[in-house]
C-alpha cells in the first residue's frame, strides 16, 4: 500500500469529573472507561502520531484546578494528545491547561506536513454548538491558503442534521456555513472529526466526509424521525484509529474496547 | 429538515454454516449470529427501505441446497434483501436462488428514485477479487449515463489495500480501475459499501466514502504495516449499518452493534 504518512488516534466524550466515583446514571464511572480506552490505545499494535479529542474531555468542571486533576487521569497516554472544547469543557480553563501556547480556544497545529485545524463549538454554558464569524474567518483563511498539504479538521458538534429532534437542537447551528467553507479546500480535507453524539457514524455530503467517535464512555442512537434521546446499552466503547496515506487516501478503522470490569 | 429518501440496512458475511471455520480457532455458531442480528434489525422502530448483503452469504456450502436453507434463513428478515456474491459464495447458486430475474451474478436496481448498483467481484475459488471486462463495462454505462439518480454501489472485496499483509492479498486486482470509474459518477455517488475484512472500517478517496459493514459472524482486526496472519478481535461484537441518505445530498452511515447473548 501507499505509505502511511500519519496514523492517529480519535476519541471524544471522555466526560471525566473531578469526583472519582461519577458516573451519572451510567454504569461504570467515566474515569474507569476512559482508563480502559487508554490502556488500548497503549496497547495499539504500531506508534500512534497523536491521539485528537473531540471534545466534553470534562464534565461541567468548576473550577479551573479541576482540569489539572483531570489532565493526571490522560499522562499515561503513550502518543501526545490535542483537545478542543466540547459543551460541558469550559474553553478558557482547558485552553490555559491543555494548550497555553495558543491565544485562542480554536486552533491548528502540523504533524508530517498534515495540517489539523481545530476548531471551538462551544458556547459557555449551552449545549449547542455556533461558529463565531472572527473563527470562521479564521477556517476560511486556512481553507483558501494556496496550500496543498492534507487538511484534517476536528470539533464537537455534529455540523449536520441526523434528523432527530432532540440530539439536533443541539448541533452545530452554523453547521451549513461550516460546510461550505470546507468546501473551499474539497480537494485537501481528507476528512472531518467529530464527537458530541456518543454515536459511531460516518456523514458525507458533496465529497467531504464527517466521522464520529463514539464517547469512551457511554452511548447514544439515533434514527431518522427519532424525537428524545434514547441509550444504546449494547454499542460499544472505543475510539478510531485514522490513517492518511501518501496517495491521498484515508482509512478510518474503528476499535471497540471492552467495558471496564470494575464499575 | 431535509427528508430521507431512503433508509436501509447494511449486513455483510454471514458465513452460514461454517462452524468451525478450519482455518481459525474457534469461532462462534454463525447462524445463531446471523439469527441475533436479524432479530435486532426486525426491531427497529424506523421503516427499513430494504437489507443490503455484501456477500458470503455462505461459506463454501457444498450444493445449491444449502443457499435455499440460507434464504430461509434470511428471509426472517422483515424488510426485502439483496445480495452479492462474496470469496465464499458460489456465484451461479447464488443468483439462482436469490435474484434469478437477473441474467448476471451483478445487478442494479431502483428504490424510490435511488440505484443501487451491485458488483460481483468473486472469482471462483479464490479469495482476492476481480471484475471482468464485461462487468466493468456495465459498470461504465452506469457511471457516465445522463442521470441524477443517487447511487449507491455494493460490492465484496476492499478496492484498496489496508496496508495489512494478511488482507491485502485479497483485495480487487483492479481497484484503482473501479475507483477511476466509480469517480465519473462523483456527483451522485453517495457511498460504496463492502465487506469482506470483517472489521468496521472506512476509506475516503477523493471524497467518495467507502464503508465495510462488520461481519455477523465474528470480527479480524487489522492495522497500518501489519505483517504475518489474521488477527481476530476478541472485543468488537458483530453488528451492521443504518444507511440513511436524505434529499440535501447527506449520506449518514451510523454504526450498531449486536449483543450475540
Known amino acids: ?263 | 429538515m431535509p427528508q430521507p429518501l431512503l433508509t436501509f440496512i447494511h449486513i455483510s458475511d454471514t458465513h452460514l454454516y461454517a462452524n468451525p471455520h478450519p482455518s481459525l480457532p474457534p469461532t462462534p455458531n454463525p447462524l445463531a449470529r446471523a439469527e441475533a442480528v436479524i432479530k435486532h434489525i426486525n426491531a427497529q422502530v424506523f421503516p427499513i427501505d430494504f437489507v443490503l448483503h455484501t456477500g458470503d452469504v455462505g461459506d463454501d456450502l457444498p450444493d445449491i441446497e444449502k443457499y435455499r436453507e440460507a434464504q430461509g434463513v434470511l428471509k426472517k428478515l422483515s424488510a426485502p434483501l439483496h445480495v452479492i456474491p462474496g470469496n465464499h459464495d458460489n456465484r451461479d447458486w447464488l443468483r439462482e436462488v436469490f435474484y434469478p430475474h437477473s441474467n448476471t451474478p451483478y445487478y442494479s436496481f431502483e428504490h424510490k428514485g435511488v440505484e443501487v448498483a451491485c458488483l460481483d467481484t468473486s472469482v471462483p475459488n479464490q479469495p482476492h477479487g476481480e471484475i471482468s471486462e464485461r462487468q466493468l463495462a456495465w459498470l461504465m454505462k452506469i457511471c457516465t449515463a445522463p442521470s441524477d439518480k443517487p447511487l449507491v454501489v455494493a460490492l465484496h472485496h476492499h478496492l484498496f489495500p489496508l496496508g495489512s499483509l494478511p488482507m491485502d492479498t485479497m483485495t480487487v486486482k483492479t481497484g484503482v480501475t473501479v475507483h477511476q470509474t466509480l469517480l465519473k459518477a462523483r456527483a451522485r455517488l453517495r457511498c460504496v459499501l463492502f465487506g469482506h475484512v470483517h472489521e468496521r472500517l472506512s476509506f475516503i478517496r477523493d471524497g467518495v466514502l467507502y464503508a465495510t459493514a462488520p461481519s455477523t459472524w465474528f470480527q479480524l482486526k487489522t492495522w497500518p504495516g501489519q505483517t504475518g496472519s489474521f488477527v481476530i478481535d476478541d472485543v468488537a461484537l458483530p453488528g451492521y449499518n443504518i444507511v440513511t441518505l436524505t434529499s440535501d445530498g447527506l449520506t449518514t452511515v451510523r454504526a450498531v452493534s449486536v449483543n450475540p447473548a
Open chain 1, 1 to 263: 500500500m501507499s505509505h502511511a504518512i500519519l496514523t492517529f488516534a480519535h476519541i471524544s466524550d471522555t466526560h471525566l469529573h473531578e469526583n472519582p466515583q461519577f458516573k451519572g446514571k451510567r454504569a461504570w464511572t467515566s474515569r474507569s472507561t476512559t482508563a480502559a480506552v487508554i490502556e488500548s490505545i497503549n496497547a495499539y499494535p504500531v506508534p500512534l502520531d497523536f491521539v485528537l479529542h473531540t471534545g466534553d474531555f470534562g464534565n461541567d468542571p468548576l473550577r479551573k484546578e479541576h482540569y489539572l486533576t483531570l489532565q493526571k487521569l490522560v499522562a499515561g497516554l503513550t502518543p501526545p494528545l490535542h483537545v478542543l472544547p466540547g459543551n460541558h469543557d469550559h474553553r478558557v480553563w482547558l485552553r490555559e491547561i491543555f494548550y497555553p501556547q495558543h491565544a485562542m480556544p480554536y486552533y491548528a497545529f502540523e504533524v508530517n506536513g498534515v495540517q489539523i485545524a481545530c476548531l471551538d463549538t462551544s458556547v459557555p454554558y449551552q449545549h449547542h454548538g455556533i461558529i463565531e464569524p472572527e473563527q470562521l474567518a479564521w477556517l476560511d483563511a486556512i481553507c483558501t491558503a494556496e496550500n496543498d498539504k492534507p487538511l484534517v479538521v476536528a470539533l464537537h458538534h455534529h455540523p449536520l442534521a441526523l434528523g432527530a429532534d432532540a440530539m439536533d437542537s443541539i448541533r452545530l447551528v452554523d453547521g451549513e456555513s461550516l460546510h461550505q467553507t470546507l468546501l473551499k479546500a474539497r480537494s485537501r480535507v481528507k476528512c472531518v472529526l467529530f464527537g458530541h453524539i456518543h454515536e459511531r457514524m460516518m456523514m458525507a455530503r458533496d465529497g467531504i466526509v464527517y466521522a464520529s467517535a463514539p464517547s469512551t464512555w457511554y452511548q447514544s442512537r439515533t434514527w431518522h424521525g427519532q424525537g428524545e434521546f434514547a441509550k444504546s446499552e449494547v454499542n460499544q466503547l472505543g475510539y478510531n484509529v485514522v490513517t492518511l496515506t501518501a496517495d491521498g487516501g484515508v482509512t478510518i478503522r474503528a476499535v471497540s474496547a471492552n467495558a471496564p470490569a470494575i464499575r
